[in-house]
């Protein structure tokens, strides 16, 4: 367990270590809500003023989303955020690799399928509400489905990877040259 001690010790070295530009982007894009600008600068440690000019430049490149909730709140564009994981994948992994990925994940994924005999990891959450169920046996069935999704997310990244491999990499070759 982190104390409090060091969890400010680490802020105050991530504070000291990057910009306040990649401060505020790192809390925009990993924010689960809507968040106002206010409670984003707090985060990232940097004035609201500051906070406000960079989160509208991220909204015009959309890597963000806007929304009216009283006050003006940003949250991570899912498909912005879906094109840079594909984008990373597709770079740092070769064809053969991406290959080998897209099996060892159908393989993982098809495992806890057959294990728990369910077709989706939503069939695993129906089963949850299930009134015989023990605390330990819903416990499992949470976890496997949390990994289904996860894998299948992975999967589904991967395989998206793999059929832009060849567009994607001459086009960031491009941008290299």
């Not at 104390?3 to 982007?25: C, S």
């Not at 206010?38 to 490149?61: D, G, P, Q």
């Not at 070769?94 to 369910?118: C, F, H, N, P």
């Not at 499992?140 to 299948?152: F, G």
């Amino acid at each position: 367990m982190v104390t409090q001690e060091e969890e400010l010790r680490g802020t105050e070295q991530w504070e000291a270590k990057t910009e306040g530009f990649d401060r505020i982007l790192s809390v925009a894009l990993t924010l689960e809500k809507p968040r106002p600008v206010s409670w984003i600068s707090e985060e990232a440690r940097v004035s609201e003023n500051t906070a406000r000019k960079y989160l509208e430049r991220f909204h015009e490149m959309d890597a963000l989303t806007v929304a009216e909730q009283g006050a003006t709140t940003y949250y991570p564009n899912s498909a912005y955020l879906r094109f840079r994981d594909v984008s990373h994948v597709a770079t740092e992994l070769d064809r053969e690799e991406l290959e080998k990925r897209v099996t060892s994940l159908s393989e993982k994924s098809e495992a806890i399928g057959e294990m728990y005999e369910a077709s989706g990891p939503g069939q695993l959450r129906e089963r949850v509400t299930d009134e015989d169920i023990s605390t330990d046996e819903l416990r499992k069935l949470r976890e496997a489905a949390s990994e289904w999704e996860s894998l299948d997310y992975r999967l589904s990244i991967s395989r998206e990877a793999l059929e832009r491999y060849d567009q994607h990499n001459m086009s960031h070759r491009q941008q290299v040259v």
